[in-house]
């Protein structure tokens, strides 16, 4: 038992790939947690969450939906804080952005905070929101640049490249400071960058999905593109954090490295050679250039961030285990 004891908290989207190891560590450290999910009944995506340990005793499922006015408001009465990680992500088969990214993003995320202004108990939210709201704008980037929680996407830029999950979360995350400014909640920031890392639940998120499509040969060509990248768990811990810690406050950026899909490639060879891998790139033109994710702040709060080899490796064992992957493929 830990910090947590005694204490109630709320988590939206509970049994998402981030979500669902925040629920796992708030339950080790003694927390009462009350998950949100869209239909508590459909135990092939929700019955992982009570596997966990202490969720017999202190893990409720409630049924919410994100675009519902004053779904959140029963939830979240007498709770002492609120994490929001609710938030589509996905990168294909957006027909309509609109419905499909922005609305549950955006309305999602005030839908939540008005819940929250509503309920005295409430001292802290800390929200999901993610390196899409920071690096997604036309400021030169090259291995000499550091971005930092000043940094911000540009709403017109993501417009104009269709860039639909980084327009999602930057608008979410702006109207979430705006809507915090006068409230008698702290509201404190996560942009975490493509998560990878051990899967908890049994349905495939997107970010895992793209590096089992790579070692499958479903993927043949790479794409011209540097992401950052960080553990799963360490974004997990990082939201605990930054509840815990009176003095965490703003944003906080999580990316333990920037790569090239090229690097990402390597790496898999190195770590996984008996898989395929995509031997060459989308088109041609010069490289997308990499750049430097700073991470000093999210350590003041005591995380060390797990090394981006070892998270694949991490992500690769954890396909296998759940029958994505075979053994040798």
Not at 87 to 99: C, L, N, Q, V, W
Not at 122 to 145: F, G, M, Q, Y
Not at 159 to 185: G, I, M, N, R, V
């Amino acid at each position: 038992m830990g910090e947590g004891d005694g204490k109630t908290v709320v988590v939206t989207g509970a049994n998402g790939f981030v979500a669902s190891w925040v629920v796992k560590f708030l339950l080790e450290r003694g927390y009462t947690v009350r998950g949100t999910v869209r239909n508590p009944d459909d135990t092939a995506k929700v019955g992982h969450l009570f596997g966990l340990s202490g969720a017999k005793e202190r893990l409720t499922l409630h049924k919410a939906d994100l675009l519902a006015e004053g779904a959140f408001d029963e939830v979240v009465q007498g709770a002492d804080g609120i994490f929001h990680t609710a938030s589509p992500y996905f990168i294909k088969g957006i027909t309509d952005p609109e419905a499909q990214l922005l609305s549950p993003a955006i309305k999602g995320t005030l839908n939540v905070l008005k819940s929250a202004s509503k309920a005295s108990s409430v001292k802290r939210v800390v929200l999901t929101s993610s390196v899409a709201a920071v690096t997604n704008n036309d400021k030169p980037k090259s291995p000499e640049v550091i971005v930092d929680e000043t940094w911000w996407s540009d709403p017109e830029y993501c417009t104009k490249q269709k860039s639909w999950y980084s327009l999602s979360k930057t608008l979410a995350e702006k109207e979430a400071w705006d809507f915090a400014k006068d409230k008698h909640f702290d509201l404190v920031v996560i942009n975490p960058a493509m998560v990878v890392g051990p899967l908890l639940q049994s349905t495939l998120n997107t970010s895992s999905e793209t590096i089992l499509d790579m070692l499958k040969g479903v993927t043949k060509e790479y794409l011209n593109v540097s992401f950052g990248y960080v553990n799963v768990k360490d974004v997990a811990l990082a939201h605990i954090f930054a509840y815990e810690i009176p003095t965490a406050a703003g944003r906080y950026l999580l990316a333990e490295k920037v790569l090239h899909y090229e690097e990402v490639v390597e790496i898999l060879k190195k770590i996984a050679p008996a898989y395929s891998r995509p031997s060459k790139m989308v088109g041609e033109g010069p490289k997308a250039p990499t750049y430097t994710i700073k991470h000093d702040k999210v350590e003041t709060l005591g995380l060390k961030l797990i090394t981006v080899e070892d998270s694949f490796a991490e992500l690769i064992e954890s396909l296998k285990d759940s029958g994505y992957l075979s053994s040798t493929s």
